[in-house]
């Protein structure tokens, strides 16, 4: 699901640091990723952007959905 949204909303490819004229990662990359980092990093790693998202006021950090 998230492939096909990077096709379609271009806010979420600069998110992703994807230039527009540039595919979206496929499935086999963002499966990869997850598989390489494991559990434990990845939740660190969200983690730690919520915190400097909720530092910079561009998140209230009520609740994330991932």
Known sequence: MLVRQMWND???KKICDIETNE???GIAVLSRFRTKV???RLARV???AVEVLVANRRIKGEAVAL
């Open 38 to 40: 494991g559990p434990e």
């Open 23 to 25: 595919p979206p990662y």
């Open 10 to 12: 271009p806010r979420l």
């Open 46 to 48: 969200v983690d730690q």
